[in-house]
């Protein structure tokens, strides 16, 4: 899952250094990702296990449906190609992520 991410994340910061997709790239957590993070933080043993399980979940979960939507309508054609191939990676760590759950 780390180098699936790693991979998507140079493949995205590719796309913006090259003009292909105008954003900035964020240079910090945004504050709910902070919040997540400090919670964690607090958190041990089973409490940790299972709040971080949560968390994977529903953070796939946002992601896959944020790919789909843009990868199905996006109006920038790189960006759209690039959520649409890089959406079965993310279904798949969501699996993932579902099966700690269980």
């Known amino acids: 899952m780390i180098a699936d991410h ?13 003009g292909k997709v105008q954003a ?4 910090a957590m945004t504050s709910s990702q902070q919040d997540m993070l400090n ?3 607090g958190l041990q043993g089973a409490d940790f296990i299972k709040q971080y399980h949560s968390d994977q979940e529903e953070a796939h979960k946002d992601a896959v449906d944020l ?19 890089t959406r079965p990676a993310l279904e798949h760590h969501l699996q993932m992520a579902t099966d700690l759950n269980k």
């Open 6 to 18: 790693e991979k998507t994340t140079g493949e995205l910061k590719g796309l913006v250094t090259s």
């Open 24 to 27: 900035q790239i964020p240079t």
């Open 39 to 41: 919670k964690l933080k």
């Open 67 to 85: 790919f789909k939507r843009y990868g199905d309508s996006g109006d920038n054609a790189d960006l759209k190609a690039w959520a649409a191939s």
